[in-house]
Structures are given as C-alpha cells and as structure tokens.
T-cell receptor, first 114, second 111 residues
C-alpha cells in the first residue's frame, strides 16, 4: 500500500458526461501528479500540483481540469467525455516535487465511457 | 520518435531464469531513472531508483544505467511466478517533475 488513495475505483459513464476523480496524497506529501494510462499511449503525465498551485502541464486536454485543495487532496475533472477517454487514471504524490523524489502511485480509477 | 523506448514483450521465462529488461532514451537531460512494477489492475510500484551510471543491486534486482549510451536495464535473478507483471522504466530530468515512462514490458514467469 503506497499510502495514496483514489476514489472511485471504477466509473462507467456515457459520452458527453462529466466525472470527477479524487486523490488523497500520502501524509506529508505536498505534490500531486495525475497520469493517464491507456493501451495505445501507455502512462502519460497530465498535470502536477504543489501545495495548491499548478506546477506543470503535460498532455492534458482542454476538457480536463484539476485542482488541489487546502487539505492537499486533488480532483481531476473530465468533461464532455469521449469514448477515447476510457483509461486508467492514476494519481501519484511526492514530498515537494523535485526530480530526485520518488513518486508513489495510487491504485487508480478505471474509467469506461460508453 | 518516443523519448523512451521499451520492448513491450510479452516475455515468457521459466522459473529461476535471469530476466533482462531494457529501455533506451533520447533526452540527455534525464538524470533520474526508475523501474516500476505494475500488477494487473494495480498502480505502479517503485522497484528501483538510480541516479548515476553503473549498477545498483537490491536483493534479486539489479538496475544498470549507461548514460553515455542512453540505455538502462533491469535484471531479475532467480525469477519467480510472483514476478509476473508489467515492468515500466521511467525517467525524469534534474529540475523536472513529470515522469516519462516507457510503454512497459509484460513478463510472465512460468512454473
């Protein structure tokens, strides 16, 4: 158990809908990262938050947004969902976000868009 | 061309075999190198973390980095059925905060 929690574990929804994925980092970690894992693209970095502020963006679609709250949990919002958004979404956390730090991954949320 | 290339496998070996997993990369700014193990339907779990060129050993696992060739490897000795998983290489620049992953190699260790 990495100490990173994610809810829900599974999500099934329809095209055009909006969903929110939630992540709680390890105790003491200030940085939260979101990654998407699909069969054709592998694990892709989406976005990084540090202590409530956005630090870096990767291949995140404009339909997706995220935030980190004062209690350091983070939410990833996916809207106008398309079939191709079906994937595993992982959250990871680290202490401050430096390149030398280990990122610990949560169990993921499996999203299926029908 | 992808920044990190990894043979997707699948790789099937008998129990007790030595397994060699490899990644090549193109970005010379990568400074930290990791190997994650991912069981089916689970999150990636950190196995090995290396910084400098050379070897790092942890139990049955040895990570090797050759920065001059932009090549990293993970060796698993005395492989066990419980090692059956997908192995992902990952790397990050010194000042960076996003991990860049290989596509993962699926390993099956058979009895």
């Amino acid at each position: 158990d990495s100490g990173v929690t994610q809810t829900p574990k599974h999500l099934i929804t329809a095209t055009g809908q909006r969903v929110t994925l939630r992540c709680s980092p390890r105790s003491g970690d200030l940085s939260v990262y979101w990654y998407q894992q699909s069969l054709d693209q592998g694990l892709q970095f989406l976005i990084h938050y540090y202590n409530g502020e956005e630090r870096a963006k990767g291949n995140i679609l404009e339909r997706f947004s995220a935030q980190q709250f004062p209690d350091l949990h983070s939410e990833l919002n996916l809207s106008s969902l398309e079939l191709g958004d079906s994937a595993l979404y992982f959250c990871a956390s680290s202490v401050t976000g430096g390149g030398q730090e280990t990122q610990y991954f949560g169990p993921g949320t499996r999203l299926l868009v029908l | 061309q992808k920044e990190v290339e990894q043979d997707p496998g699948p790789l099937s070996v008998p129990e007790g075999a030595i397994v060699s997993l490899n990644c090549t990369y193109s970005n010379s700014a990568f400074q930290y190198f990791m190997w994650y193990r991912q069981y089916s339907r689970k999150g990636p779990e950190l196995l090995m973390y290396t910084y400098s060129s050379g070897n790092k050993e942890d139990g049955r696992f040895t990570a090797q980095v050759d920065k001059s060739s932009k090549y990293i490897s993970l060796f698993i000795r005395d492989s066990q059925p419980s090692d059956s998983a997908t192995y992902l290489c990952a790397m990050i620049t010194g000042g960076g905060n996003k991990l860049t992953f290989g596509t993962g190699t699926q390993l099956k260790v058979e009895l």
